[in-house]
């Protein structure tokens, strides 16, 4: 949908004659970095061309009515400043009433309600941060609407905190940070722990991202990711012993080598290695793309779904079976799987003129051995979450 088509959409759903101001949050993959967030090392996401459209606009009222062009179904859901508790019959929409609650908690003077119309062409379940970029949609609305600047660090700390307080998500930073401080043809190398970050030019040259979703519903990623992490702390335990370390991300793959024989439990050492070598590998991503090696970067894609499947063992048959058919197209430098894992998605760089080529090869692959089709889109990096005037 287009601006001009959303604008008339919220006059009809909102039966008004005014025009809204139209804000945008992309969603966000990560290029490189998997399961290193809370194991104290770095991520590497990027913000990309899908996203959430809100459009706004402020009430003389103090009733808030959100709308969801994704949820016809839900219709238009409503609640008033006065209370802005979370609830289970609001679905969707807890997400943007939780976020103006604490922003409204953090200072902002919120003294009227706002219509607000939701689109998003993230696709559903893929794993792409549907939720963060929501919530950022409504922080910068929040912010221009009442014309209270927030800090972009701090409006990011709020959409994490809304994930685990009030929506009760244990998610890291990562993806409020992508969307909200994204740069178009830039990823972020991000330290989790610390906020620290910055851009890394990614420049594609002939290549574009091709996102693929397994479309197989990531049923096991929560309680696995859990066992994962109690495995990895049980590795980082074991180190502390003679090491005096913070964090698996503290070591060198040089220091984890000599010292390893200290983890009492081979399954656990296979945890810590990725976390160790993976972080490894962001910083090695960060040398590549500033050198603009396409190439070595791919590779470092490669070595990453390899040790998220041998080591992390959280890979499945559906991302393995999509990634190595991408593997052998000789139009394809690197693929690896991104995100939780068990499902979800994996991504590629792809020879922009071979895409076709590329999609029909590996959902040939793809249909054949898991029975149904995969789904593919080519993304763009972007800016992070704004108001938007003219085009989608």
Not at 13 to 21: K, W
Not at 353 to 375: L, W
Request: a negative charge; hydrophobic letters at 35%; proline letters at 3%.
């Amino acid at each position: 949908m287009n601006t001009t088509e959303l604008t008339n959409s919220f006059k009809k759903i909102f039966e008004t004659t005014s025009a809204p101001r139209i804000f945008f949050a992309p969603g966000r993959i990560n290029l490189i970095g998997e399961h290193t967030d809370y194991n104290g090392g770095n991520v590497f996401p990027a913000a990309i061309s899908f996203g959430t459209y809100a459009l706004a606009a402020k009430r003389n009222d103090q009733k808030f009515c959100f709308y969801s062009l994704n949820f016809p179904e839900t219709g238009i859901i409503e609640c008033n400043l006065s209370d802005l508790s979370y609830k289970v019959d609001d679905e969707w929409a807890n997400f943007p009433k939780g976020m103006i609650g604490y922003l409204k908690n953090a200072g902002v003077d919120i003294e009227t309600g706002i219509d607000i119309l939701f689109y998003g062409n993230i696709p559903n379940g893929a794993g792409l941060s549907s939720s963060a970029s929501i919530e950022m949609a409504t922080g910068v609305l929040v912010e221009n609407l009442y014309q209270h600047p927030i800090n972009r660090i701090e409006l990011i700390k709020i959409g994490q905190k809304l994930e685990n307080e009030y929506i009760g998500v244990n998610s890291g930073i990562m993806d409020q940070f992508a969307i909200g401080k994204g740069r178009k043809d830039a990823a972020i190398l991000l330290n989790c722990q610390t906020l620290n970050y910055e851009y890394v030019p990614v420049n594609l040259q002939d290549y574009c991202i091709l996102i693929i979703n397994s479309n197989k519903r990531r049923t096991l990623a929560g309680s696995k990711y859990n066992d994962r992490r109690s495995e990895c702390e049980s590795a980082l335990s074991d180190l502390q012993k003679e090491l005096t370390i913070k964090s698996l991300g503290d070591l060198t793959p040089e220091e984890f080598e000599s010292h390893k024989q200290l983890i009492n439990s081979p399954i656990h050492r296979k945890r810590a290695k990725h976390a160790v070598y993976e972080n490894a590998r962001t910083l090695e991503a960060q040398k590549k793309l500033n050198r603009h090696d396409l190439v070595a970067f791919g590779k470092l894609m490669n070595d990453s779904h390899t040790s998220l499947k041998d080591d992390y063992e959280v890979t499945g048959r559906e991302l393995d079976t999509i990634v190595e058919a991408a593997w052998e197209h000789k139009d394809v430098i690197g693929a690896r799987m991104t995100g939780a894992g068990f499902g979800g998605c994996a991504i590629a760089l792809v020879k922009r003129d071979q895409v076709d080529n590329v999609t029909h090869h590996m959902n040939t692959i793809y249909r054949t051995k898991i029975g149904y089709d995969a789904t593919f889109y080519t993304a763009m990096i972007c800016e992070g979450a704004r108001e938007i005037t003219e085009g989608i």
